[in-house]
């Protein structure tokens, strides 16, 4: 059951990210373990020029690993996003990619207002809080949760 993805999708300013925070606990509480992604159309700086990572990556690190009091963080200089999906999908149940569709991956896009971004043959669902006339929409994360479930073949608890 390892490796499910769903990419979350919606115009900037919608609610993708809260709407990520409201699913979570749902998909939690049926037992998944769920790993997010974020993905960016502009380029991160995982730490700033003349700091310590940033020096390690440029002198050709494969990976840096900088170990807080809040978390561990692994970064990596060169790693295609194919290569980290592909190992995330090993490490959990439910990957939700928050961004732009790609891939052959069940598409959920986040609308406000009724005014939908994609094309409907991309999405998969739909979630609003008014109808913009697709196949499946739901108005809470529980019901997407539900529906991501059923989707993957689990019966929701």
């Known amino acids: 059951m390892k490796g ?16 990520v925070e409201r699913l979570i606990p749902h998909l ?6 769920v790993t997010t992604m974020k993905i960016s159309k502009s380029a991160f700086q995982p730490d ?16 840096s690993i900088i170990s807080q009091p809040d978390g561990t963080y692994v970064f990596k200089q060169a790693v295609s996003f194919e290569d980290l999906l592909e190992n995330e999908r090993k490490n959990c149940d439910v990957l939700l990619l928050e961004g ?16 939908a971004h994609f094309p409907d043959e ?4 739909t979630v609003t809080d008014r109808p913009v006339g697709r196949e499946l929409e739901v108005k ?18």
């Open 100 to 115: 732009v569709p790609q891939g052959d991956f069940p598409v959920i896009e986040v609308v406000r207002i009724g005014r």
């Open 140 to 157: 809470t994360a529980d019901e997407a949760a539900e529906q991501m479930m059923s989707l993957i073949g689990l019966t929701p608890a």
């Open 28 to 33: 939690k509480s049926a037992g998944l373990s």
């Open 122 to 125: 991309q999405i998969w669902l």
């Open 4 to 19: 499910n993805v769903f990419i979350i999708a919606g115009r900037a300013g919608v609610g993708k990210t809260a709407f």
């Open 48 to 63: 700033y020029p003349a700091k310590d990572i940033h020096r390690h990556l440029q002198a050709g690190a494969d990976r």
